[in-house]
């Protein structure tokens, strides 16, 4: 049976530490950090996430400053938020709620955050820089790190380790497969036009899981010992539960568990990290 790898317990570690340091940050420099955050219109599941991460930054001693925006905002309003937060002492990071309004470019939006205040490090040259051997991006984004603390944490060595990432999307697949190269791993990617998918993810010590495909990953894709992270969020039906419904990732969790030598519960694996990731990187950029 694999080791649950418990990302609750690792992201309350993580946070006590944040809360420490900021303390120190306020008592030694008289610095509070700051985050800003950005909501255009009105998804109530980009609310719900903007308050989760504002009310996580004011439990470690950050302030947040909340700024919403009418689905009708143009992108050059939206740019113009961007651009006077950018220029705020008081604010050490800036994040942009995705997806933003169809219609609206990301690129041009994510790219008006300065390098030094992207904290979910979605700066087209902060992913790029994920890719440079040698150098370190000022900021990488927070699930893909949030992966990379799971495995540090509980212990597993990345260096030498064949590592399979399945999913290849700029906000998770891409930047945790760099990540893992940088950190001298081999790594493969997959995706939806992989072949033989199962003989690929067979190879992998480390095995990533981020496509949005509930319980995809069944116990004869996986390596007898693996470690699997599975990142991904799938609601799916279920009538013993009262709401009719419960989430899963992208891993056939029960069938995994059996084979692998470590695995990532969902919920309650990568999740809680990625706030967490948030807040280091928040505190990062008012330390520096
Ligand atoms: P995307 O839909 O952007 O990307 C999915 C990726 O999976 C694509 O690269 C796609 O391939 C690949 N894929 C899809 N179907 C298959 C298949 N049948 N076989 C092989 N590859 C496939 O998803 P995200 O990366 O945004 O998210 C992935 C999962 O992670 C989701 O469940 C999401 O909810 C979850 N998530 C969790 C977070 C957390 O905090 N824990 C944060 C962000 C996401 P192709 O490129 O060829 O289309």
Redesign the pocket.
Known sequence: MATIIDGNAIAAAVRAEIKERVAILKATRGIVPGLATVLVGDDPASAVYVRNKRKACEEVGMTSFGYTLPATASEAEVLALVQSLAARADVHGILTQLPLPRGMREDAVLGAIPLAKDVDGFHPSNLGMLGLKNKRAAFAPC?PQ?CIELLTRTGVTIAGKRAVV????A???LPVGLMLLARDATVTY?????VD?PAVTREADILIA????PR?VTADMVKPGAVVID????RIDDPTRKSGSRLVG?VDFEAVEKVAGAITPVPGG??PM?IAMLLQNTLKAAEA
């Open positions: 699930t949030g399945l999913g290849r999307s906000i998770v697949g997959c995706h939806s036009r992989t998918l981020a496509i949005g495909k995809f990142v991904g969020i799938n992208d990568v999740g990625t």
